[in-house]
C-alpha cells in the first residue's frame, strides 16, 4: 500500500473513530403517560407524546466532560411517513420547553406530516438536571425591603446569591449559560440521528439558534429564528432596547385600551402612565387578595403587565385585569393571570443563565448606576416608585465572567440560508433586530406588520406560517424577504 493510500485510511479511521466517540445514544423514547414523567405536565399530555432524556456533559472543555447534564425531551411522531425532526427552541431564558404548542390547521399540518416535533427543557430548567434554585428560606423570601434602602436590597441579593450556589452548586452555575447550551443543540440533533439540524427558536432561543449556526455551519439544515436577539449588543444595549419597546407597546396598549369604556387609562401616553403609577401604588399600599388568600403585589401586577403587553391578542385580557385592579378585585380570572407570569423557578432561571452569560466581575459601579437610570427612564410606564438610587443587582456580584462577548456574526460560506421572522412592533425583541440579523447571515426576513412577539406556528397569522412551512420543506430554495399584512 502506498504511503498516500496508507495515510488516507489511517485518517479515515482516526475520523471515524472521533465520529463514534461524539456520537451519543439514541434517546429511549417511552409514552409520556408512563409514571415515570407524571410530574412533567400541568394538564393531560397527548396520548402519542413520547417522552425521555439525552446526556450531555456538564461541561465541553476537558475538565468539565466528565460531570454530566441530563435534557428532557419530548417527541410529537409525523403523522406519516418521516423525513427528519424539528427542534423548537425555548425563550426566556430559563422558559422550559417540552411539549411545545403549534397550531392545529391545516397549514402546520404540512409540517407535521413528514417531521417530529421535538421539545426540549435546556440544561438547568424544568424537568432537565440539575435545575436551577435559588430559593431562600421563607423568612426571608417574604421580607419586604424599602426600595431606597440600597444596603438591605444588596444583602437580600448577596442572599440569593449564596442560595444558588447551595443549592445549585458552584460548578453547575459556571456552565448553565448559553455557550454550553448550544453545544446541547448538537447533542440532541446528533441522539436525533439528524445529519443536519432543523429547528424552530423563539425570542431568547434565537441567540442558541444564531450561535449554533456560527459554530455548526456543516450541521445546520434549516433554522428559523422567531423574535430576533441582535448578536451584537451588549447587555446594556439590549435592555435599554428593550425598555423603549416596552414603552412604545404601553402607548399602543393604552389607545386600544382606552376605546373601551371601564379602561382605567387614558390614551395619551402620559396620562396613562400616570394611572397606571397610581394603580400599581394603589397595589403596593394595600395588596389584593385572591379568592385562596394568596397577596397580588404591585410587582405581580407589573411582571403580569409586561408579560401580556407582549401579544396583542392578549389585550383584552389585560385590560380586565386592570380594570378588576383598579377596582380592588383579584377573582379567579386575576389570580390565574398572575400564576401564569409570575414564578419563582422561572425567575431563577432567567437571572441565573443571564449572569452565566454577561457578568463582568468588578464591574465599575457608578458606570452601572447610570446604565440602570438610562433604562429606568427608557421605560417610564414601569417606574412607580421614586426609587433614588439603584443597588447591585445578582449579575453584578456573580464571582465568574459570563461567557458570551457580543459580536457581528460572521457566516460560514457553507452555511445554508436561515429565515428571520420580525413583527414591526415588537416590544422585547424590537424588529431592527431582525432586520440586522438577517442581512448578517444572507437570509431573507418575513415582516409582520402588526403588534406582538413571536407568533411562528402558533395560528395567529397564515401568512406568515405558510412562508415558515415552505421555509422548512425545503429550506435551500430561492428566496426574498416578505411582509404579512
Known sequence: MSTLKHLQVLLSLIIMSQSAHAQPDAVRWQPCTNSPFDNWFDAEPPEDLLCGYVEAPLGYSDN???????????????????????????????????NPFLADDDTVARLTRSYDIIGYDPRGVGQSTPKISCALPERDEKTVIDENDVGALEAQVRKTLAACIEHTGAKVLQHVGTDDAVNDLDVIRAALGEPGLTAVAYSYGT????????????????????????????????????????????????????????????????????????????????????????????????TTTQALLLWSDRWPELMALLQKANDGIADEQVAGLIDENVGEDADDALSVISCADVAIPSRDVQLLRKQRQAIREASPFTNYLAVQQSGLELCDLWPWRGTLSAHVPMAAPSLPPLLFVGQRFDPTTPYINARQMAKWFKSPLVTREGDGHTLVLNGIDRCVDEAVVDYLLAPRETRTDKTCR
Do not use: M, W
Not at 427542534?87 to 422558559?95: A, E
Not at 388568600?293 to 401586577?301: K, W
Open 64 to 98: 468539565a466532560k466528565a460531570d454530566k447534564v441530563r435534557l428532557a425531551l419530548t417527541r410529537l411522531p409525523a403523522t406519516s411517513v418521516k423525513q427528519g425532526s424539528v427542534v423548537v427552541i425555548s425563550g426566556g431564558p430559563g422558559l422550559p420547553g417540552i
Open 207 to 302: 441567540q442558541v439558534a444564531a450561535l449554533y449556526a456560527e459554530r455548526f455551519p456543516a450541521q445546520t439544515r434549516a433554522l428559523v429564528l422567531d423574535g430576533v436577539v441582535d448578536l451584537s449588543e451588549d447587555d446594556y444595549t439590549q435592555l435599554l432596547n428593550q425598555a423603549r419597546g416596552y414603552q412604545q407597546t404601553f402607548k399602543r396598549f393604552a389607545a386600544y385600551c382606552a376605546k373601551n369604556r371601564d379602561c382605567p387609562l387614558p390614551s395619551d401616553e402620559a396620562g396613562a402612565t400616570k394611572a397606571f403609577h397610581q394603580l400599581l401604588r394603589q397595589v403596593y399600599d394595600t395588596a389584593l387578595i385572591t379568592p385562596d388568600g394568596d397577596e397580588v403585589t404591585a410587582d405581580d401586577l407589573l
